[in-house]
């Protein structure tokens, strides 16, 4: 039941909002919304391919975030939406995990 709450406390606009506020400030106002949007997009495609997203209580997640990083930077550049910097989508994933966090959702 308690895991079932959680899942409805995520929010894509506030987690938008959590990153932006999360950024370090030299990134402030150079990344937008939608950027944001396709970022934490991949990364939850790559929760998805790695099988994170199937619900068992019994199963601890454990997430390697310098592969999701890789993850991410891979498919940005295949994409070729922006030119993110790696620091960029390291930003990104940081803030998005931090929101996670914040909704103790790995818990």
Do not use: W
């Not at 454990?62 to 910097?85: P, S, V």
Request: hydrophobic share 35%.
């Amino acid at each position: 039941m308690n895991k079932e709450k959680e899942v409805f406390d995520y929010d894509e606009d506030d987690s938008v909002k959590f990153i932006q506020n999360h950024l370090p400030k030299e990134m402030k106002n150079k990344i937008s919304d939608d950027e944001i949007s396709y970022i934490v997009d991949l990364i939850y495609e790559f929760y998805e391919k790695n099988g994170f997203l199937e619900e068992d209580e019994n199963d601890s997640v454990e997430i390697d975030e310098d592969e999701l990083i890789a993850y991410a930077i891979e498919n940005a550049r295949k994409d070729d939406i922006r030119k993110f910097t790696d620091d960029e989508i390291e930003a990104i994933v940081s803030g998005e995990l931090a929101y996670c966090d914040s909704l103790n959702l790995f818990d």
